[in-house]
């Protein structure tokens, strides 16, 4: 199973045709990564409402045309009719559905399940004040995989390095690299990983040719003997 991660940035475009440039080369990246076989992406910051109009976004209208629901299985959480911005997986049709993991399906988290074995959760944590409350919360999460944009890292200009670092006893992090590049480059994208199945997980690594957002996507594998295994 292939596996990325990406906080695309896009909710703070316009939402006016024609589709900006932008988006159509995120859409070309996550389409050509589920082509290669069992693939699935989780896109964080992808928009919902336009906050001119409150009415659905242009992008998230184009979203639905161009992963259609014959094909694809496109797979978030409205927890607001005027939510700005949300947490999206996407795979084809057929290779993931929804999970029922309680507190980590909001508009900023969604769990999937693999083929009904691995249990998946993208997140994108809030930050400032709230994003110690966010992180301690995943302690509960028993998904098998947590990755996404946690808003905090084992990095030293990390707010809340301690709290990260304290976080899922029984995962482990394969990705503390820089992520976020623009401003002031940080690691705050992660992929966190049951222990158990970390050696399973492989390929991971931190796409930095790709510059369409401020944070580069993440890909890894997951070997599907171990998925058939769990």
């Known amino acids: 199973m292939k596996i990325i991660t990406w906080n695309t940035e896009l909710y703070i475009e316009k939402t006016l045709m024609p589709i900006c440039k932008k988006y159509r080369m995120a859409v070309d990246v996550v389409r050509e990564y589920l082509s290669e076989g069992d693939a699935v992406c989780f ?20 979203l639905q045309k161009d992963f259609p629901e014959k094909e694809y299985e496109l797979i978030f959480n409205i927890t607001s009719k005027k939510q700005i911005m949300m947490t999206v997986a996407i795979a084809k049709k057929g290779t993931i559905k929804k999970a029922d993991c309680s507190g980590f399906n909001s508009n900023r988290m969604v769990t999937i399940r693999c083929k009904d074995t691995l249990q ?49 006893g029984g995962h482990v992090c394969i990705c503390n690299e820089i992520t976020k590049w623009t401003q002031r480059p940080t690691p705050i994208d992660h992929v966190l990983v ?31 003997g171990k998925m058939e295994n769990i």
Not at 43 to 60: A, G, M
Not at 155 to 168: A, H, P, V
């Open 120 to 168: 998946i959760t993208g997140i994108h944590a809030d930050n400032g004040k709230d994003n110690i409350r966010c992180l301690q919360s995943l302690n509960h999460c028993d998904s098998d995989i947590i990755l996404g944009d946690f808003n905090a890292g084992d990095y030293e200009q990390s707010e809340n390095r301690e709290i990260f670092k304290q976080i899922l």
């Open 43 to 62: 896109l964080q910051e992808i928009p919902y409402c336009s906050s001119e109009t409150w009415e659905k976004h242009t992008l998230f209208l184009e």
């Open 194 to 224: 049951k222990k158990d199945i970390a050696p399973m997980c492989s390929k991971c690594n931190v796409q930095k040719e790709i510059k369409c957002s401020d944070h580069y996507p993440i890909f890894f594998e997951v070997r599907d």
